[in-house]
């Protein structure tokens, strides 16, 4: 029984060490975030203490005039969110930018004259971008993509699921179409 109590007692602090040490990575990167945020330095004298007197939304982003607390001097900043783009890896190894308006046609294609909303299409088309997006992957196999597509569109319509797989699957007779189906 002491031998249990012994056991229970190592693996307790263990537990607490291994949540201490997640927590204190956690506060780091937290006070790492904040000063990487704030973090700007006057291109005149290198100083950090700036103060912003004008905000503005333009085309290039968010702009702010800023005044160094040290020299005195005005100098404008502009934010642009940059977009992460990513790769398609082919079967053939060909790499290929992602583009949306590419998933779409397919997807769209799939479910031609088919009893399903266009809403609901392209909310689904939106899913898919954002959970590729979500990985946070430069390069995705093509295969990936594929299956995460016919996943999402099984849900919606069996029949656009059987059009969108014979052309990825590339069935090549009835019986692909009939082993497909029995799967439904
Ligand atoms: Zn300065």
Do not use: H
């Amino acid at each position: 029984m002491f031998k249990y109590y012994l056991l229970l007692i190592f693996l307790l602090i263990q537990l607490i060490v291994i949540k201490g040490i997640k927590y204190t990575i956690y506060c780091m990167s937290l006070l790492n975030w904040v000063a990487l945020t704030n973090k700007m330095n006057c291109p005149f004298c290198s100083n950090t203490t700036l103060k912003v007197t004008d905000k503005r939304t333009s085309p290039e982003g968010i702009r702010r005039r800023r005044e160094c607390l040290k020299c005195k001097k005005r100098f404008t900043t502009s934010e642009r969110v940059v977009e992460n783009s990513f790769y398609i890896i082919k079967k053939d190894k060909r790499r290929e930018k992602f583009e949306r308006d590419k998933l779409k046609n397919g997807i769209e294609k799939a479910f031609e004259k088919r009893p399903v909303s266009k809403e609901k299409i392209d909310k689904m088309i939106n899913d898919i971008e954002e959970q590729l997006r979500r990985r946070g992957k430069k390069e995705i196999k093509s295969s990936v993509l594929g299956e995460l597509i016919m996943k999402k569109i099984k849900k919606l319509d069996n029949v656009a699921y059987i059009r969108f797989a014979s052309v990825y699957r590339d069935f090549q007779d009835v019986r692909d179409f009939k082993r497909e189906l029995r799967r439904l």
